[in-house]
Antibody, heavy 119, light 106 residues
Framework: QVQLQESGPGLVKPSETLSLTCTVSGGSISSYYWSWIRQPPGKGLEWIGR???????NYNPSLNSRVTMSVDTSKNQFSLKLSSVSAADTALYYC?????????????WGQGTLVTVSS | DIQMTQSPSSLSASVGDRVTITCRAS??????LNWYQQKSGKAPKVLIY???SLQSGVPSRFSGSGSGTDFTLTISSLQPEDFATYYCQQTYSTPRTFGQGTKVEI
C-alpha cells in the first residue's frame, strides 16, 4: 500500500521560498507522475503541478514562474519549491500520485501539511 | 485552461435521499473526469474515475455518468458518512483543474 507524507516548515516569511518534500513509502516512485495540490483554508482545491520520475514537469500557469519541482528517486521523494510567497500562498499543501491510464486520477494522497505565510 | 463548474455549491439532504451533483467543463474532455470526496480535516479520496468507473472499495450507491462537457455524480441513498464536500477534476489536459466543490449537508 503506497503512502505519501509531506514534510517541511509550517511557517514561511513573505517574499521567501516555501519548500516541501513528499516521501513515498510502500512502493517505488518510478514510472508515475507525482503531483502537488493546495487548498487555502475554507476554500477549494488548486492543482500546482506534477513531475515524472524522469524529471518532466507541468506547472499551473497561474504559479508557473514561481514553482519548481524536483524528484529524487534514490530517496523515493519529490519536492516543491514556491518562491516569493505571500499571504495568498497560505494553504494546506497535499502531494499525490497521478494514476496511469485513462483516468489519471490522484490516488493516493498525503495527509497534507499546513503552510502559513506570515512575518 | 479548462474551467470546471459544479452545481449546486451546496445542498441540504436527508439520510436516504437521492443526491445528484453536476459538473460542466468549458470544453469537451471526453471521459477524463474524476470525482473526489473530502471529509472535514481529511485529504480528498477518489470515488469515481474516468467519468463512470467506481474506485475499488467505494460503495455502489455512488455512480457517475457523462462525457464531453456534462457529468453527473449520483448518490442513490445518502448515508450519514456521505456528508462531505465533493469535487470534480478534469484530467484531459494540463493544468488539471477542479470544480469549486459541492458541500453536502444535513
Amino acid at each position: 500500500q503506497v503512502q505519501l507524507q509531506e514534510s517541511g516548515p509550517g511557517l514561511v516569511k513573505p517574499s521567501e521560498t516555501l519548500s516541501l518534500t513528499c516521501t513515498v513509502s510502500g512502493g517505488s516512485i518510478s514510472s508515475y507522475y507525482w503531483s502537488w495540490i493546495r487548498q487555502p483554508p475554507g476554500k477549494g482545491l488548486e492543482w500546482i503541478g506534477r513531475i515524472s520520475t524522469s524529471g518532466s514537469t507541468n506547472y499551473n500557469p497561474s504559479l508557473n514562474s514561481r514553482v519548481t519541482m524536483s524528484v529524487d528517486t534514490s530517496k523515493n521523494q519529490f519536492s516543491l519549491k514556491l518562491s516569493s510567497v505571500s499571504a495568498a500562498d497560505t494553504a494546506l499543501y497535499y502531494c499525490a500520485r497521478e494514476v496511469e491510464g485513462s483516468s489519471r486520477a490522484l490516488d493516493p494522497w498525503g495527509q497534507g501539511t499546513l503552510v502559513t505565510v506570515s512575518s | 485552461d479548462i474551467q470546471m463548474t459544479q452545481s449546486p455549491s451546496s445542498l441540504s439532504a436527508s439520510v436516504g435521499d437521492r443526491v445528484t451533483i453536476t459538473c460542466r467543463a468549458s470544453q469537451s474532455i471526453s471521459t477524463y473526469l474524476n470525482w473526489y470526496q473530502q471529509k472535514s480535516g481529511k485529504a480528498p479520496k477518489v470515488l469515481i474515475y474516468a467519468a463512470s468507473s467506481l474506485q475499488s472499495g467505494v460503495p455502489s450507491r455512488f455512480s457517475g455518468s457523462g462525457s464531453g462537457t456534462d457529468f453527473t455524480l449520483t448518490i442513490s441513498s445518502l448515508q450519514p458518512e456521505d456528508f462531505a464536500t465533493y469535487y470534480c477534476q478534469q484530467t484531459y489536459s494540463t493544468p488539471r483543474t477542479f470544480g469549486q466543490g459541492t458541500k453536502v449537508e444535513i
